[in-house]
């Protein structure tokens, strides 16, 4: 019975993170939306320039947990700058924690208020994130013939045009890839097989029309594309099979013990416009990529898996750049909840803030 108990208590880790990050989420979005009406009367640019501090206050307290409680290393191999850029983030796509890992690299360029998603569209409906993520600058896109250039497009734009610091993250691939369900990647290795394409092992076949529309309009906008790739140890069975990447919950249960990213910075000039080729382009890329993962998972030489070829660098994550943010957002939650009145306004942001969000991105791209 006690084994039992203390087994079950271990497996629950995740509990007090996700309670902390999902528990200040109405105290953040208050504090946004107090400033979204205050900078109503202010130029715009004082609205972004808050709202990516605020952001960044936000997923600084989230990387406390997914780096500093998990204790997982980060491993980091190629060419990622020191300083922010204006870019496109491209990355391999195997689990929700891909999310996180973005976001890993930006707080180690100071840019962390600047990273942006290109989401599917049905997260748009998530309680208060989904909403929010929209007026952060995310894309919201359908998949095949439902995609809407246009709409992205102008997004994008109105972007460029307010100057706004640009960290925009996309998974090609479309979805997750993902061994339990081997049909989806048997369909994408058929479809590169019928079109002419390499056929991929360990990624899916890109699909590039987000990608295209977003360096397209930005061309004359960005610093340079971030080809990155993303493997996480401790994936692979026995038989030495792959396994599904961990999930948010099993990572912050410290299932996860490194995560391996290799960067890639790429020059816009080496990246060709016109779509059929920018299709070839990308194709070659998620190449690299597979050869890069054939490597970690597959090597012969049993001394050469479950890393990268190339220098590497066991990046470890400050406690100065996330505690502040955990103890100023859990601060202001608690202080909410001792009262009454607080209570009832946390309540009424959850089932309002939900409802009114719902209601706007069903209304506005």
Known sequence: MLLSLVLHTYSMRYVLPAAVMMGTAPTYVLAWGAWRLLSAVLPARFYREVDDRLYTIYQSMVLFFFE??????????GDLPKNKEN?????????????????MLA???????????VLKDGLKWLPLYGWYFSQHGGVYVKRSAKFNEKEMREKLRTQVK???PMYLVIFPEGTRYNPEIPRVIADSQSFAEKEGLAVLKHVLTPRVKATHVAIDTMKDYLDAVYDVTVAYEGTVDHKGQRKLAPSMTEFLCKECPRVHIFIDRI???DIPEEQI????????????KDKLLIEFYDAKDSKRRNKFPGKSVHSKLSLKKTLPSLLFLGGLTA??????SGRKLYVKTWIYGTLIGCLWVSIKP
Do not use: P
């Open 68 to 77: 500093n409680y998990t204790g997982v290393e980060v491993i980091i191999y």
């Open 87 to 103: 870019v496109v983030y491209l990355s391999n796509h195997q689990c929700t924690v891909d999310w996180i890992i973005a976001d």
């Open 107 to 117: 707080i180690r360029q100071n840019a962390l208020g600047h990273v942006r998603y």
């Open 162 to 164: 307010a100057e706004t």
């Open 267 to 269: 020059e816009l000039k």
């Open 277 to 288: 080729y920018m299709r070839r382009w990308l194709h070659e890329r998620f190449e690299i």
């Open 335 to 340: 202080s909410m909840l001792l009262t009454e």
